[in-house]
Nanobody, 114 residues
């Protein structure tokens, strides 16, 4: 059974930082494309960052230069380092792992507010 367990969400002030982690089990992690989506209230789920098997990263324009996605295949974990957070980054963040079909994490809340 595939499981993606996320950690690291919470409340942070504008300009602050958070690091999300997503530990996978039940898959050969190195074979999967992984990354993060987010869903803000009233909006559709949207891609934030992804890092395929080959390691080339891709970011949404809104987070370029502020967020960094990385993966540790030995630990079957994908990370999202979020710096210079803005109120508009407030959302539920979902990690995913995809080979033939996507698997999703539970989605921790990230709230950026003073």
């Amino acid at each position: 059974q595939v499981q993606l367990v996320e950690s690291g969400g919470g409340l942070v002030q504008p300009g602050g930082s958070l690091r999300l982690s997503c530990a996978a089990s039940g898959i050969i992690f190195s074979f999967y494309s992984v990354g993060w989506y987010r869903q803000a209230p009233g909006k559709q789920r949207a891609l934030v960052a992804q890092i395929p098997r080959g390691g080339y990263t891709h970011y949404a324009d809104s987070v370029k230069g502020r967020f960094t996605v990385s993966r540790d295949n030995a630990q079957s974990t994908v990370y999202l380092q979020m710096n210079y957070l803005k109120p508009e980054d407030t959302a539920v963040y979902y990690c995913y792992a995809s080979a033939d079909k996507p698997h999703w994490g539970q989605g921790p809340q990230v709230t950026v507010s003073s």
